[in-house]
Structure formats: structure tokens, C-alpha cells
């Protein structure tokens, strides 16, 4: 066995044989941290349990590989499974990050106590994970918990387990091996231990999720590097001081990765929202209310994934003393907005050169998709001439350079669930060629 010294980035994971003051690979400074790497004939969970060998070495045709109808194990969560592509895939390691203090942790417990499983905490003791079991109201007999962070001792205990189906790792980053000499949570402990899951995933037909932590600097190892060795990857989403939360997949395996599942966080635990638009409408459910019909607020249709999810937007113009007049968004894209409004001023004479404009998109969701253009727009004007917009009013499109209304994806999906919901006036590009002529009609 031999041992070997690396430099490795904390923050990409990429390898230097000597000392670099800023990585050629991410170009962040100082992040390069020596670590021992030993070298061994072939891998092992430890000195009493070698790894068992199931991959044949011979190529064999695709064709002549015998496959079977895989059932997936339900986690009793709706909104979970159909991010997931119907459940659970045995054998699969799934990957679930997002900040923290998000819900990682509470979203995991409550899936176990329906699927039943070993839960590996390296953050919290088992007493711990009891009391936060109690307060969710959770079936905890289902539940093993096991307070260890060497990955040798948990495999050891994995296993010892015949009849174990499912482990959660609590989390990643707390994990380390003995093979190595980095800390844990670094680059190189965090792709072992990963390792190590997968080749026992893969052996025994367990299947494995971790939870991995990020920060919007990304500055703790782990998720980043592992997203190409897991089968699924899920993101946690939303704000710390905000209900909602969102569950998006950025890849899978074994299902879509364009469906998003919508939860609310509240003193039991994630609630499944069944009908998400209600908490993004928030005022008044009905589409008629006098709350809708403020100058400067519009509805539009959304996708969210492949859901479409009705959203207000609301629009703020007011005079400014300031030389350079300010555009914020809270929301929704910064440049998209300076480039929207440029629309405006060039199509429709607007002198919003001397005015401020700011947009929010209310409950704290964050839209990024061109169909919003038509609706941002209309807030804007609307806010501009003090004019409210008929009530039941929806918007959908995008909006170009020359103002023409252009089609999105999901159209028919966004106008159903508008009618669904009560909204009876629709402005889409089935209906108007050009942002002028809604203007016109309108206002």
C-alpha cells in the first residue's frame, strides 16, 4: 500500500501534484488543500469485508441481457414520487441537497417513517432525531437510527441487515473513511464514501439517499462533485423565512427531469400542496376578488416543470430624482426586466427613462421563463397609467425585440389551468399578434 500526497480543490475537486494559490480548473483562490491519498490492489469496505464481485469482465451484447419489471417503492408522498418518476428506483443512490435549515432533513424523516429503512445521522445524536420525530408526529417504529460517521462501521452495519431496503445518510459531509487522511467533508472523503454507497447500492439492491448541503457560494464540497456519480439528483428549494418550498430534479435516471413537486413547510413537517396557485394568488382564491384588480398587479400562467401554476406579478413605477433611474426584480431576471422595459419605451413611447421601476413576483417564487414577458409588461404599464386590469384577467406569452407576442411551451396547459381556476380573460398569442394591440385594448 502506498501513500501518496495531492492538492485537491475544495470547491471542483480538481487534483494538483503540487501547491497552485488559485485553481486552473474553477479559478477560486486558496481552495487547494493537500490531502494523503493511500493507494491499495483493490478497494475495500474494510480489512474483514472485501467487496464482492458481480460485474463480469466479458462484454456481452445488449440484446442477449435479460431485464426485469422493476417495482418501485412508494414513499406515500405524491408530490415526492412524481418528482421521482413514480417512486423509488431499488438500488438507486439518490442525491438530495439545498441549503441549510431548508427541510432536507424533515422531508427525509417523514418519507422514512412510511417506507421504513436504517437512518444514518453524523449530525445529530439518535435522542435528537427522536424528539424532532415526535414533534413531526411521524410513525417512528419503522425507523432504525444509527448515530456513526466512519463509513466502515456503517457498511459493516448495512450488512449485518439482510432485510434492509432503504438507507438515508444524514449527511454526506459528515461522512469519512479510513483510506483516507482528509478531513471529512472534503473532496476526496466525499467521493469515497460516496463510492462506497454506490458499489453496495448496486450489489444488494439498496436504495440510498444522501443528503448533501450547499451554500449559495458553494463553498462546502459535496453535491457539485457527486452529481455525476449518483442516479438522481433532487434541490430543495426556497426561502428561510418563506412557507413554500420546491423539490426539483435536474437529473434522473430512471424518469423525467422536468417535474417539480411543491410543498409547504408548517410545525408538522412538508405538507403536500395540492393546489399550488392558491399560495401563489395568496390574497383571495377568488380570481374576482377587488385585491386583483390594483394597478400594477397581473396573473400570469407559469410552468413550473411540466405543472402549470397561476402567479401574481406586481408592478411598481414612481418618479425618480436619481440620474440613473433604478430596475429592481425580486424574482425574475434582472436583465430580462431592463430589456422588457426598453421594449416599452421603444414601442409605446413610455417615458420611463425618469422613473424607478420595481417588479416582484409575489410568494417568494422565482420564474425565469420567457412565457412571463406579457404579463411583467402589462404590471408595468398598468402601474404606470394607474389603470387597473379587467378582473379575471390572465397573461401568458413572450415577448420580443420588435413586441411581437410570441408562443411558449405548455400554452394549452397554462390556458386550462387558468380556466380551471375561474380566470375567464385569457392574452396569449392565440389571441393578439403584437404587445401594442393588448395595450390598446386594455387601457
Known amino acids: 500500500m502506498k501513500n501518496r500526497s495531492q492538492y485537491v480543490c475544495q470547491q471542483c475537486g480538481y487534483k494538483s501534484p503540487s501547491y497552485l494559490g488559485k485553481c486552473p480548473n474553477c479559478g477560486s483562490w486558496n481552495s487547494l488543500v493537500e490531502t494523503v491519498e493511500r493507494e491499495s490492489k483493490g478497494p475495500s469496505w474494510s480489512k474483514s469485508n472485501r467487496r464482492e464481485r458481480t460485474i463480469s469482465s466479458t462484454p456481452v451484447k445488449l440484446s442477449n441481457i435479460k431485464t426485469t419489471k422493476v417495482q418501485r417503492i412508494r414513499s406515500e408522498i405524491k408530490e415526492l414520487d412524481q418528482v421521482l418518476g413514480g417512486g423509488i428506483v431499488p438500488g438507486s443512490v439518490i442525491l438530495l441537497?439545498?441549503?441549510?435549515?431548508?427541510?432536507?432533513?424533515?422531508?427525509?424523516?417523514?418519507?422514512?417513517?412510511?417506507?421504513?429503512?436504517l437512518y444514518v445521522t453524523g449530525e445529530e445524536s439518535g435522542e435528537q432525531v427522536k424528539l424532532r420525530a415526535e414533534r413531526l408526529g411521524v410513525n417512528i417504529n419503522k425507523i432504525s437510527i444509527l448515530a456513526e460517521t466512519n463509513i466502515e462501521s456503517i457498511l459493516e452495519a448495512v450488512l449485518a441487515d439482510t432485510e434492509l431496503k432503504f438507507l438515508i445518510i444524514d449527511s454526506i459531509q459528515t461522512l469519512w473513511s479510513e483510506e483516507l487522511t482528509g478531513t471529512a467533508g472534503s473532496v476526496g472523503q466525499v467521493r469515497e464514501c460516496t463510492l462506497k454507497l454506490l458499489e453496495i447500492a448496486k450489489t444488494k439492491h439498496l436504495s440510498v439517499l444522501l443528503i448533501g448541503h450547499v451554500t449559495k457560494?458553494?463553498?462546502?464540497?459535496?453535491?457539485?462533485?457527486?452529481?455525476?456519480?449518483?442516479?438522481?439528483?433532487?434541490?430543495?428549494?426556497?426561502?428561510?423565512?418563506?412557507?413554500?418550498?420546491?423539490?426539483?430534479?435536474?437529473?434522473?435516471?430512471?424518469?423525467?427531469?422536468?417535474?417539480?413537486?411543491?410543498?409547504?413547510?408548517?410545525?408538522?413537517?412538508?405538507?403536500?400542496?395540492?393546489?399550488?396557485?392558491?399560495?401563489?394568488?395568496?390574497?383571495?382564491?377568488?380570481?374576482?376578488?377587488?385585491?386583483?384588480?390594483?394597478?400594477?398587479?397581473?396573473?400570469?400562467a407559469t410552468l413550473e416543470g411540466s405543472r402549470p401554476l397561476l402567479v401574481e406579478v406586481q408592478a411598481l413605477s414612481v418618479a425618480t430624482q436619481m440620474p440613473i433611474p433604478r430596475r429592481v426584480g425580486n424574482g425574475i431576471n434582472t436583465n430580462r426586466l431592463q430589456m422588457l422595459i426598453a421594449i416599452l419605451q421603444k414601442h409605446l413611447r413610455l417615458p420611463l427613462g425618469n422613473f424607478d421601476v420595481f417588479v416582484n413576483v409575489a410568494s417568494g417564487i422565482k420564474i425565469f421563463?420567457?412565457?412571463?414577458?406579457?404579463?411583467?409588461?402589462?404590471?408595468?404599464?398598468?402601474?404606470?397609467?394607474?389603470?387597473?386590469?379587467?378582473?379575471?384577467?390572465?397573461?401568458?406569452?413572450?415577448?420580443?425585440?420588435?413586441?411581437?407576442?410570441?408562443?411558449?411551451?405548455?400554452?394549452?396547459?397554462?390556458?386550462?389551468?387558468?380556466?380551471?381556476?375561474?380566470?375567464?380573460?385569457?392574452?396569449?398569442?392565440?389571441?393578439?399578434?403584437?404587445?401594442t394591440e393588448v395595450v390598446k385594448k386594455l387601457f
Open 217 to 300: 457560494e458553494g463553498t462546502i464540497a459535496g453535491p457539485k462533485a457527486l452529481e455525476h456519480i449518483v442516479d438522481t439528483v433532487l434541490y430543495l428549494e426556497g426561502e428561510r423565512y418563506q412557507a413554500l418550498r420546491l423539490l426539483r430534479t435536474t437529473k434522473n435516471r430512471f424518469g423525467p427531469v422536468d417535474e417539480v413537486g411543491v410543498f409547504s413547510m408548517e410545525d408538522k413537517g412538508m405538507r403536500e400542496v395540492a393546489n399550488p396557485s392558491e399560495i401563489f394568488l395568496g390574497r383571495s382564491s377568488d380570481p374576482g376578488s377587488q385585491s386583483y384588480n390594483d394597478p400594477g398587479s397581473v396573473i400570469i
Open 97 to 117: 441537497s439545498g441549503d441549510p435549515g431548508i427541510g432536507k432533513s424533515t422531508l427525509t424523516l417523514q418519507m422514512l417513517s412510511n417506507i421504513g429503512g
Open 369 to 435: 421563463e420567457p412565457g412571463a414577458d406579457l404579463g411583467i409588461c402589462l404590471a408595468i404599464v398598468s402601474s404606470f397609467k394607474n389603470k387597473p386590469l379587467p378582473a379575471r384577467t390572465v397573461a401568458i406569452g413572450e415577448v420580443g425585440l420588435l413586441g411581437e407576442i410570441r408562443s411558449v411551451i405548455g400554452l394549452e396547459r397554462r390556458i386550462k389551468e387558468a380556466k380551471k381556476l375561474g380566470f375567464g380573460i385569457i392574452l396569449s398569442p392565440k389571441n393578439y399578434s403584437h404587445f
